[in-house]
Nanobody, 124 residues
Framework: QVQLVESGGGLVQAGGSLRLSCAASGRTFGSYAMGWFRQAPGKEREFVATISSSGAITYYADSVKGRFTISRDNAKNTQSLQMRSLKSEDTAVYYC?????????????????WGQGTQVTVSS
C-alpha cells in the first residue's frame, strides 16, 4: 500500500494563493493517475483535479477550472496542486489520492490510496 503525505495547507485571504504538495512512497508512482479531492464541513468529499500517470492529461472540477493547476514529478514521487484566486468556498480539507488506473478519473471509487488530508481555510 502506498503512503501519501500532503503538505502546504493553511490560512489564506480570499484572492490569495496556496500550493499543496503530496509525497508518495513506493516505486510505482509513475504508473498511476493521481488526484485531489476536498471535503468541506457538512459536505461530501468532492473531486477537484486529476492527472494521468504521465502528466500529459489533466481534468478539473468546473468550480476550480482556470484557478487551480495540478502537476506531478514522477522522478520525485510528488504531485502538487497550485491554487490561485482562492475563494471562501474553497475552504475544505484537501486529500491527495492515487488511482487504480493510469488514466484520469473523477470518481473517488477509482482511487485506492488516500492521504490524511491538509486543511485549507480561505478567509473572506
Amino acid at each position: 500500500q502506498v503512503q501519501l503525505v500532503e503538505s502546504g495547507g493553511g490560512l489564506v485571504q480570499a484572492g490569495g494563493s496556496l500550493r499543496l504538495s503530496c509525497a508518495a512512497s513506493g516505486r510505482t508512482f509513475g504508473s498511476y493517475a493521481m488526484g485531489w479531492f476536498r471535503q468541506a464541513p457538512g459536505k461530501e468529499r468532492e473531486f477537484v483535479a486529476t492527472i494521468s500517470s504521465s502528466g500529459a492529461i489533466t481534468y478539473y472540477a468546473d468550480s476550480v477550472k482556470g484557478r487551480f493547476t495540478i502537476s506531478r514529478d514522477n522522478a520525485k514521487n510528488t504531485q502538487s496542486l497550485q491554487m490561485r484566486s482562492l475563494k471562501s468556498e474553497d475552504t475544505a480539507v484537501y486529500y491527495c489520492a492515487r488511482s487504480r488506473f493510469s488514466w484520469t478519473n473523477r470518481d473517488s471509487n477509482s482511487y485506492d490510496s488516500w492521504g490524511q488530508g491538509t486543511q485549507v481555510t480561505v478567509s473572506s
